[in-house]
């Protein structure tokens, strides 16, 4: 099976996962893929395949006799889709000989160019998209269907390897994805998640992490009657945002750039609420970010009186290149694979996190490859087959590797 036609399966079953749910998974739906791929893998020829009570898919292919003192890899890639764009009902769509202009989707949405000049060099190619009215779920259910496809080839066509681990994890989209994952047991010595973006894509730095929750306590009157009395939260939400700087926000930055996303406003005069989250590559600049808020906070409660404004700041997760850098052979191993394949790696930091980053601290030190998707989560989602074909073939390849 080739991995487009995997991906078309997976794309079917809605696994949105859910940042306000304290369960795990954050929702039972993941569920419903988790076993579907345990079948797969089943049916594939996989060891040891089984889902826990938390929705971790876990299985390995043995060592080919006389390779059994090879590294054993991992290969992993999540089963949720983001919450940021509706994930049920997908309807996926193939544009064959793609002719590299604009493609308006059936509710009208326009893939422009302008918007997204790469769609040039995908002109020829087949491109699957969404019908305009979901995200497409390409991330990370390619990095799953390209994961499966390699190990379906490994097995099928005989190719000499060392012990290859595969694991699907949930939640991955609301920062919790690795939180369970059984390292120990998984049985890797190292790994890679495939879960970025174009073909040729290799990432081993990632962003720090914060997140902020903030509750401001307004004092709400009658209009006609507040002056000096009214404190209205929803103001006080809008000068604090005012009070970060401008440029540093997501849409003003890029490379080792980080920044202040505002992520949710709500409220009216009496209580509003506000959710950011911080992200620098520098940990002493994520630092910075965090001061600047909590300087925020105390000059607010000095104004407006102790208990307006109060800021929780949590710790999401961290860069991994501290964890990756000590074993380089693993970027080494997969620039080798891409130009054997005459791919142009593209090393670039990950301007957000994966389940790697946290694996990384956990002792399992795993870079990220990508799954030739672009715009992912929105209806401006899509990737093409060719792409596919080439991330699966980069993972055969580095387990080639990893065998010699």
């Known amino acids: 099976m080739k991995a487009y036609e995997r991906l078309l399966k997976y794309v079917k079953v809605y696994t949105m996962s859910d940042p306000k749910s304290e369960i795990v998974p954050s929702t039972m739906r993941q569920f419903d893929l988790a076993h579907m791929l345990v079948e797969e893998m089943k049916a594939l020829g996989l060891k040891d395949v089984r889902v826990d009570d938390k929705c971790y898919v876990y299985g390995y292919i043995p060592a080919t006799e006389g390779y ?172 604090l945002n005012g009070m970060l700087p401008e440029g540093e926000k997501p849409e003003h930055t890029e490379g080792y750039e980080g920044f202040y996303y505002l992520e949710s406003f709500s409220g009216n005069t009496d209580y509003a609420k506000m959710s950011y989250i911080l992200r620098d590559h520098d940990n002493n600049k994520l630092e910075a970010k965090k001061a600047t808020l909590l300087l925020a906070e105390k000059l607010l409660n000095e104004k407006y009186g102790e208990g307006t404004v109060k800021i929780t700041i949590s710790d999401q997760y961290k860069n991994m290149a501290e964890h990756v850098k000590p074993c380089m052979h693993l970027i080494d191993n997969a620039i080798a694979a891409m130009k054997a394949l005459n791919v142009t790696p593209i090393i670039e930091p990950i301007r957000g996190g994966t389940d790697g980053a946290t694996l990384s601290y956990m002792g399992l030190p795993c870079p990220n490859l990508g799954t030739g998707g672009f715009a992912y989560h929105g209806e401006y989602e899509h990737i093409t087959v060719e792409g596919m074909d080439i991330c699966t073939d980069i993972i055969v390849e580095i387990l080639k590797n990893y065998a010699k």
């Open 68 to 239: 059994e003192d090879r590294k054993s890899i991992g290969l992993i890639a999540h089963l949720d889709t983001a919450p940021a764009a509706p994930g049920e009902n997908v309807n996926p769509q193939i544009v064959e000989n793609y002719n590299g202009e604009d493609i308006t989707l059936l509710n009208g949405t326009v893939i422009s160019v302008s918007k997204f000049p790469h769609l040039k060099e995908l002109k020829g190619r087949t491109l699957i998209t969404t019908d305009g009215n979901t995200l497409l779920g390409a991330d990370d259910k390619a990095g799953i269907a390209e994961i499966l496809t390699a190990c379906e080839r490994i097995i099928n066509e005989n190719i000499p390897h060392g012990k290859i681990c595969v694991g699907f994890t949930p939640d991955e989209e609301v920062g919790r994805g690795a939180a369970h994952f059984d390292v120990k047991n998984f049985g890797a010595d190292f790994a890679y998640t495939i879960d970025g973006g174009m073909e040729g894509e290799i990432s081993y730095e990632n962003f720090n992490a914060s997140a902020a929750e903030i509750e401001i306590h307004g004092v709400s009157v009658h209009p006609g009657s507040a002056k000096n009395t009214m404190i209205n939260a929803v103001n006080v939400g809008i000068e």
